[in-house]
């Protein structure tokens, strides 16, 4: 099958000067925030034209946005804007614009950039300093993809939604387990900020053995290894999940030099600085491991405090809102070991937290099904893509 450059098939980053300023009074406007990585346009507001003409980027209903910096990029924020009410929006400056000229449906062409195989190549073409990498215009107007007809094109789209629907449910599931088990906590727990159960408060030094970050070894990422002891770092310390997938390893011999950073079983892990602050997981491993300077050891005495309850207490809305200030109206960047010794902790009977994490486990399993369901969803999904845009992406 023939492949074309993108600049054959689509407008990239159509000019504001064609939009007819006599005529147009408001607009939509998508903030970066607004595009998901799932591939949708989450939020819009409504705009004038004067006031975001200068400084954004300007699209159309049914124009393919997509993030042009990292980590959006890799991350994969990119959407249709088919669902905004106006007809002219306008956007983040780090969105690249394209718009199809006929030759392609806008859907089509979103899964043919919406992919991870395309993430990984665009990634390696980003110019710029870190953190602030852009993919650039050229490699987008030059880069090619396969064109089949307009119905072929339909057939395509329509296998992939099906797929992509797939993995849409079992998000929605797993989602709705994260909202019973915050509402099982509540109502066995009462809100841990008013603490309205009425249970003793200690402050949470009073209930740990340790409260310490870790350590980046010396060298930093040159010493990572494919294998060895796991080493943590704060984008494995998801919220209640500890997310090993992207995980580093360090060797022996750094492992042991590294005694204070030891994380054992049943420690809990909280991202204490950046954008991930607050994030909080229970390492449920046997493994030897170790943890970054942006991830704190907090080891629960498990005779007063369980981890998983304290895991999900931290974890719960208004928690997490009184100890990152938005109480306030400020946002903390970074949490002091003191600061943390001193968070105050409603402590129920150890009897009724026990319960709640034998509830959890009940939970597990079904809970493993519907992410083993979604793996083979997602196997599905880049099975369809390989197929359709080809081996060279």
Not at 77 to 99: M, Q
């Amino acid at each position: 099958m023939k492949k074309v450059k993108l600049k054959d098939i689509a407008e990239i980053n159509p000019r504001k000067s064609e939009i007819d300023k006599d005529t147009v009074d408001e607009v939509s406007f998508v903030a970066m925030a607004d595009v998901s990585e799932d591939g949708f346009i989450s939020e819009h507001e409504t705009r004038s034209l004067s006031e975001v003409y200068s400084g954004y980027t300007y699209f159309k209903k049914d124009d393919v946005l997509l993030a042009k910096i990292t980590p959006c990029f890799e991350n994969g924020k990119a959407a249709i804007a088919d669902n905004i009410p106006n007809e002219i929006g306008f956007g983040s400056s780090e969105f690249h614009v394209l718009r199809t000229n006929g030759k392609v449906l806008p859907k089509y062409l979103f899964y043919a950039l919406w992919n991870e195989p395309f993430r990984e190549h665009g990634s390696k073409k980003m110019t710029g300093s870190a953190g602030q990498k852009r993919v650039p215009t050229n490699f987008l107007k030059n880069y090619e993809i396969p064109l089949p007809s307009l119905s072929e094109q339909k057939a395509i789209v329509a296998k992939l939604d099906r797929a992509q629907r797939l993995i849409d449910i079992d998000k929605e599931m797993l989602a709705k387990y994260d909202e019973l088990i915050q509402s099982v906590f509540l109502d066995m727990f009462g809100d841990p900020v008013t603490n309205s159960k009425g249970w003793e408060v200690k402050k949470l030094g009073d209930l740990t053995t340790k409260v310490g970050s870790g350590s980046t070894p010396r060298g930093g990422s040159k010493v990572y290894q494919d294998h060895g002891n796991i080493f943590i770092r704060s984008q494995n310390v998801l919220m209640n999940k500890l997310d090993l997938e992207d995980v580093a390893y360090i060797s022996d011999e750094i492992h042991e030099g590294m005694k204070n950073t030891w994380v054992q079983e049943n420690d809990v892990l909280l991202n204490i600085t950046g954008a991930s602050i607050g994030r909080v997981c229970v390492y449920n491993k046997s493994e030897a491991a170790n943890v970054n300077q942006h991830v704190c050891i907090l080891r629960p005495i498990q005779e007063e405090i369980m981890p998983y309850y304290l895991s999900h207490l931290i974890s719960s809305k208004n928690y997490q809102d009184r100890i990152l200030g938005q109480q306030t109206g400020g946002t903390r960047q970074a949490f002091n070991m003191t600061q943390i010794k001193n968070f105050d902790i409603p402590l129920p009977p150890v009897e009724l937290q026990t319960q709640f994490n034998e509830m959890l486990t009940k939970l597990k399993d079904e809970i493993q099904s519907i992410k083993l369901n979604s793996k083979k969803s997602e196997e599905l999904f880049s099975s369809l893509v390989q197929g359709a845009f080809g081996n060279d992406l």
